[in-house]
């Protein structure tokens, strides 16, 4: 029984902080991929930023040199610092993760959005 879990979303203002968590839990042998998505009122969702065992993260073009995606393996748990936040940034922000457990091959799984609002 997979969980995400994301937390650390509120409420800031323009040019302020959130940092964003998400756990996983379960029988989980592997993640492979660990990345954060949003989806804005009336808009498509989108990805922000993702983060593997090796190389180097990536990030959406809208919040490369803002957001910083990491990982702490031990806790099986994908952070997201983000700041200079904007307007725009407003969206529910959901947490993907490419993972094998004990009882099934590689799969996503996503957690339930954590809603992220700025104001002007």
């Known amino acids: 029984q997979v969980q995400l879990v994301e937390s650390g979303g509120g409420s800031v203002q323009a040019g302020g902080s959130l940092r964003l968590s998400c756990a996983a839990s379960?029988?989980?042998?592997?993640?492979?991929?660990m990345r954060w998505y949003r989806q804005a009122p009336g808009k498509q969702r989108e990805l922000v930023a993702g983060v593997t065992g090796i190389g180097g993260p990536n990030y959406a073009d809208s919040v490369k040199g803002r957001f910083t995606i990491s990982r702490d393996n031990a806790k099986n748990t994908v952070y997201l610092q983000m700041n200079s936040l904007k307007p725009e940034d407003t969206a529910v922000y959901y947490c993907n993760a490419a993972l094998r457990t004990a009882w099934s091959p590689f799969k996503d799984y996503w957690g339930q959005g954590t809603q992220v609002t700025v104001s002007s």
């Open positions: 379960g029988s989980i042998l592997t993640i492979s991929v």
